[in-house]
């Protein structure tokens, strides 16, 4: 099965075993920046409740860019990385005041593969978006080059890519003889050094007992409570602080405005 086939059968894979995720129900720049940014380091069945509450809330840019930083860090709380909620909010006020930028990536927290993401999944283009999973797909399967989709079909085939990698070629334990549809002529498979061109992960510190573990202590502490005592983790505090996460009362950690 030559490049250009395995494209095909892929397709086909997807129409038949993709994922319903709800942020493939729309088109529109703004759901699918939420989406991609959710995404980032986070599993999706984690993601999945987070967006859409966040999409029920705020459904719109300008909606997002109206709510106060600290009720979209409080919707934020349990999902990690809280700068990335910062961004979003501040992207939001951009897009609701400006338009959409003609350069993505002059928007906060958007770097190229965000960028892409959303010039593929949202408007169509031709682009591939390649995450670690799609990376790891391209390597062992494509390892000349990925070929390309058939015309006006982008979205699909990023999507299908994504679920490939996610559900079956993944980095431990891919499922080459369980069910994979590119099985077929797949270099990697074929020659047994599947793990030798797999592309190396990026390996995240430790979580328990983090400053990411403190920090997201405070924050969740803030957003059920409305303030937190800075005695508690004064340098945690500082932290939040400085990025603009929270601000400081004379004895509280206060909600960011």
């Not at 959409?100 to 999944?121: K, N």
């Not at 983790?233 to 009362?249: M, T």
Request: glycine content about 10%; proline content about 9%.
């Amino acid at each position: 099965m030559g490049p250009q086939a395995a494209v095909e059968r892929l397709l086909s894979w997807f129409a038949r075993a993709g994922a319903d995720l709800p942020w493939r129900r729309g088109r529109d720049r703004y759901s699918v920046l939420v989406s991609e940014v959710m995404l980032q380091a986070t599993q999706v069945a984690r993601v999945v409740p987070f967006y859409e509450r966040w999409i029920a809330r705020w459904p719109t840019p300008r909606a997002l860019s109206e709510a106060p930083l600290g009720d979209a860090l409080a919707a934020w709380s349990g999902l990690g990385y809280p700068r990335r909620a910062r961004n979003l909010h501040r992207a939001a006020a951009i897009v609701a005041t400006q338009g959409w930028p003609e350069r993505l990536q002059d928007l906060p927290g958007v770097g190229p593969y965000t960028a892409a993401a959303v010039h593929c999944f949202a408007d169509g283009d031709d682009v591939l978006p390649v995450d670690v999973n799609v990376a790891r797909v391209l390597a062992r399967r494509w390892p000349d080059g990925w070929p390309g989709p058939p015309a006006g079909r982008a979205w699909e085939a990023g999507q299908a890519l994504m679920d490939l990698g996610r559900m079956i070629c993944t980095a431990r334990a891919p499922g080459c003889d369980r069910g994979c549809p590119l099985r077929e002529g797949c270099p990697a498979a074929d020659r047994g050094h599947v793990a030798e061109v797999t592309p190396p992960g990026r390996r995240q510190g430790r979580y328990a007992g983090s400053m990411r573990q403190r920090r997201g202590r405070l924050l969740a502490a803030i957003a059920t409570e409305g303030r937190v005592d800075v005695t508690v983790d004064p340098v945690a505090a500082e932290s939040l602080v400085a990025d603009g996460l929270a601000r400081r009362g004379r004895r509280y950690l206060l909600p960011a405005r």
